[in-house]
């Protein structure tokens, strides 16, 4: 009645085999029998017809078949195959594998070229992609009858398993669906092959289009299993050496929520997922739910998925169809070609296309997209057609040494050896391509790159990985204008100076050196006006040049790479810190020195010897000297020791308005050195002691005058505002030096408010006064007319009348003594006047106030002279 004939019991057996009509018998040779997972059944199948009285009228019309469809024939001996098909789980690629492993046996068995005394027979479970539950099943294969020959496991975690111990029972295993790069270890899997590809070859098909997209910077997202592990840490020693960096690495066991929104925190952009397919439908719903998806994002995932993954409905996701669909658009796969693209005859005498028809026959019309490890049946199909040709190869040798295949137990090590060899040397074209093994036992192919274009994969390209070659077909369609950036587009923008302040501080210095050479002019021309000579010219011009050089520094502080090369900046750094040091040492040293001398004189004055209070003026060059020689000598030092340099600050990302993806990074260029705070400390502290020390003596002098330095005054003032700028705009300019225009401004403005109040305060006044007393050419002609020897005769009479006044005020402090001495000694008595007699008159001439306790000395002219004070110094003692 076409219904499946499914047998209770062995008893219904028997009793349809030794039914007398024949017919019943014709019925079950045109049936498929599906194979029963109970082996007790399928041995009590087999013996019930084998038991059958079927006569021998040598009419072959009523074949037995086993329950693979097979004639039986009893002087082939069987070859048992241990099978684990994942029919469910994490990857349910029997539901396909198995109906081309069947396929292909069907054709071997039926090949009389092809182990024409052996049948193939496959005995197989559901693993259900699971190590714990393909540990029970491998114990029922191996010590359940018959032996094993070969075993052919499908997940890489159970090939791990099974390859692992497999070489306790000298079995070769053969899988057909395990990608793991770890089981390319010839150490912990010595009987090892696979004719699915490693999933390390994936990995070089990646760096190549990192490379053609101009990507540098990738993410990755895992599921914490050996195989995406290690297909990871080979991925990541590729991408080191192509230089392409892993900026993030998440992984997750079952849910990926955490590790998608830590993606997205960090600002992944290009992201290989690495998961099975059931785990990928719950990344993609979180990655919907984070918008980790559109034109600014790639993900690259493995192309072993069903082609409608996306939309198969799963109840682990709260998801809808529409939304996966969405955050799955436009994403690249990477898949091992699994099926020959060239119309070729291989070993089964078939095409790959042929093979596909045969297939979905066999699969009674099932939706290829539904049914799990559909793209990875043809290397199931190849993978029985090279342990097939592989035992074929080794029946030859073994006969040769005795040895025949159906003698392999589980301790016969000479067979396993010839199977091993035999399985080494494989090399035929099957329906998924060229069929070979390298010396890990993995297959080596092509690798094809596919990308989801409007809900379906389109193939782009193809990649040879053993040649470097990649054949492209330019049809990558992509949501945006093309290919996304690696991160967000970062521009760096450097931050110049203001060219408006630039130009108007600049102006002001230039003013200010035109200022500098009037005044320098004004001071040189006039040095031998007697007033000019007693402000001390030297030390004024140099005053002058110092703040010309200190205004002339303005120039290179504004100067920055706007203007000049990056490799010419440090030119600029040298010309601004030399310019600087160099102007303010003469420029303040030169007052310095004026108020120091001044102080100095005015302590000689009350403690020294009239010797010493001569100012000479090469001690005050000498001490200009020693400042200025300070500098330089601490400069140099610093340049040898520590040069300055070019040095970029980056400053907090800014986002421009209307593109989200592009980020503005400003950027400053510094003068700088290694230890530029120390430098700066050293400096800063020497300056700031001897600015410290101006105050303090322009303080202490202000009441003092003296000829020598007639202008100390305005010097003391100048000192003042000087100190006062510099201890101000020196810690401002050092908190603001990352505002270009406001340290620029802060110093430029010190320097230049400095100077011309310098200026002003030095010189303007000298000019008023040669102006409005018209002492311009007077002085000077005097001075050419008498000559040096005039004013050297009058400082030697200056100084001769002081020394004498001196000697003056000695004797009468001794006159005096002696006067209040001999006083003392008379009775007072004795000096008044007789009786009858005027006391004596006042003395008509008034005596002076600081001579008023030694009346007596002025009382007659015969005391004077008995006294043997000199009448003609009187007027020397008055002056």
């Known amino acids: 009645g076409g219904k499946s004939l499914k047998p209770d019991s062995v008893t219904n057996l028997n009793l349809l085999f030794n039914s007398s009509n024949f017919k019943a018998l014709h019925l079950i040779s045109l049936m498929e029998i599906v194979v029963p997972v109970d082996r007790a059944l399928y041995k009590s199948v087999e013996a019930a017809c084998l038991r059958s009285s079927v006569p021998n009228t040598g009419d072959d019309r009523f074949p037995i078949f086993n329950i693979t469809g097979e004639e039986l024939d009893d002087s082939k001996k069987k070859l048992y195959i241990g099978a684990l098909f994942p029919m469910s789980g994490g990857w349910p690629g029997g539901q396909a594998c198995l109906p081309a492993a069947q396929m292909a046996l069907d054709l071997v068995n039926n090949r009389t070229d092809i182990l024409p005394d052996y049948e193939l027979e496959l005995i197989y479970y559901d693993s259900m992609c699971d190590p714990g539950e393909a540990t029970k099943l491998l ?36 899988s057909y669906g395990s990608s793991s790069p770890a089981l390319s270890n010839r150490q912990r899997f010595p009987t090892f092959f696979r004719t699915h590809p490693s999933a390390t070859l994936h990995n070089p098909t990646r760096v190549q289009l990192f ?31 192509a230089g392409i960096e892993i900026s993030v690495r998440q992984s997750f066991l079952t849910d990926p929520a955490v590790a998608v929104k830590n993606l997205k925190r960090q600002d992944a952009r290009i992201i290989v997922g690495l998961f099975y397919e059931t785990e990928a439908r719950k990344v993609f719903c979180e990655v919907y739910k984070e918008k980790l998806y559109g034109k600014k994002y790639v993900w690259f995932l493995i192309g072993w998925y069903a082609d409608n993954w996306f939309k198969i409905k799963d109840p682990s996701i709260n998801c809808t169809v529409e939304q996966m669909t969405e955050a799955v658009e436009g994403h690249v796969t990477t898949e091992i070609v699994m099926l020959n693209p060239e119309t070729v005859r291989g070993a089964s005498n078939l095409t790959s296309q042929e093979f596909l028809a045969q297939l979905m026959s066999k699969l009674g019309g ?28 080794t029946v030859g040798p073994l006969r040769a040494k005795g040895h025949h295949l159906e003698d392999f137990n589980y301790n016969n090590r000479d067979i396993t050896a010839e199977i091993y060899r035999a399985m080494n040397t494989s090399s035929f074209e099957g329906v998924s391509g ?57 521009i760096e923008e ?74 010419q900046f440090p030119v600029i750094c040298q010309f601004r810190l030399w310019l600087l040091g160099l102007g303010f040492s003469l420029a303040y040293g030169s007052m310095f020195t004026k108020i120091w001398w001044v102080h100095t004189r005015g302590f000689i004055d009350h403690h020294y010897p009239v010797s010493q209070q001569h100012l000479e003026p ?8 020693v400042l200025l020689g300070i500098d330089i000598l601490s400069l140099m030092i610093w340049q040898i020791v520590d040069p300055l340099h070019i ?67 305005a010097v003391g003032m100048a000192i003042y505002n000087v100190a006062v700028l510099c201890m101000i705009t020196a810690p401002v300019t050092m908190i603001l030096s990352s505002q270009q225009d406001a340290s620029f401004a802060f110093a430029s403005l010190a320097i230049v408010f400095s100077v011309y109040i310098t200026l002003v305060v030095l010189f303007v006044p000298k000019m008023r006064r040669l102006i409005t007393r018209g002492e311009w050419q ?26 004498e006044n001196k000697e003056l005020q000695k004797i009468i402090q001794e006159k005096e003594e002696r006067v209040s001495e001999l006083r003392n000694q008379l009775d007072p008595r004795s000096l008044a006047p007789p009786p009858g007699y005027p006391a004596p008159a006042s003395d008509p001439h008034p005596v002076p106030q600081s001579f008023a306790n030694s009346s007596s000395l002025y009382q007659s002219d015969s005391k004077i002279s008995r006294n043997k004070c000199h009448t003609s110094r009187l007027q020397l003692l008055y002056k």
């Open 494 to 567: 450097f931050r110049y100076l203001s060219q408006k302040l630039f130009v108007s501080v600049s102006v002001f210095a230039g003013l200010g050196i035109l200022l500098g050479i009037v005044c320098l002019t004004f001071n040189i021309y006039n040095s031998n006006v007697r007033y000019i000579q007693n402000s001390q010219p030297y030390l004024n011009n140099m005053t002058a040049v110092g703040c010309m050089m200190s205004l002339a520094a303005v120039f290179p502080l504004g100067i920055d790479g706007l203007h000049v090369h990056r490799k």
């Open 366 to 393: 099932k939706n290829p997209e539904e049914t799990g490890g559909f793209q990875e049946a043809p290397l199931a199909y190849d993978a029985v057609w090279a342990l097939a040709l592989a035992l074929n190869k």
């Open 618 to 625: 090469w001690k005050l060059y000498a001490t200009v000297g």
């Open 434 to 490: 060229h069929v070979v093994f390298d010396a890990q036992g993995s297959r080596m192919a092509w690798t094809l790159i596919e990308q989801l274009q409007g809900g379906s994969y389109k193939k782009i390209g193809y990649y040879d990985s053993t040649k470097g070659n990649l054949s492209w077909y330019g049809n990558d369609k992509w949501i945006g204008s093309g290919p996304p950036a690696d991160q967000t587009v970062v």
């Open 778 to 803: 007077s002085d000077t002609q005097e001075t050419m007319k008498t000559g040096s020897s005039t004013n050297n005769n009058d400082e030697e009479k200056s100084r001769q009348l002081e020394r």
């Open 647 to 713: 040095t970029v600050e980056k400053f907090t990302r800014e986002a421009p308005k209307g593109d989200l993806d592009v980020l503005i990074q400003p950027l400053l260029e510094h003068c700088n050195s290694e230890k530029m705070n120390t430098w700066l400390g050293v400096v800063y502290g020497y300056k700031g002691l001897l600015l410290l020390l101006g105050i303090f003596l322009a303080y202490e002098t202000k009441s003092i005058s003296t000829e020598k330095i007639n202008d100390h005054r």
């Open 211 to 241: 490379q053609k997209w101009k990507w540098t910077k990738i993410a990755t997202i895992q599921q914490t299993t050996e195989v995406f592990t290690s297909t990871l840490d080979d991925l990541e020693e590729r991408v080191k050496e």
């Open 139 to 174: 114990y029922d294969l191996l010590y359940t009858e018959p032996i094993k020959i070969v075993l052919m496991p499908g997940c890489s975690s159970v090939s791990t398993l099974v390859a692992e111990a497999a070489r306790m029972w000298n079995l070769i295993v053969l």
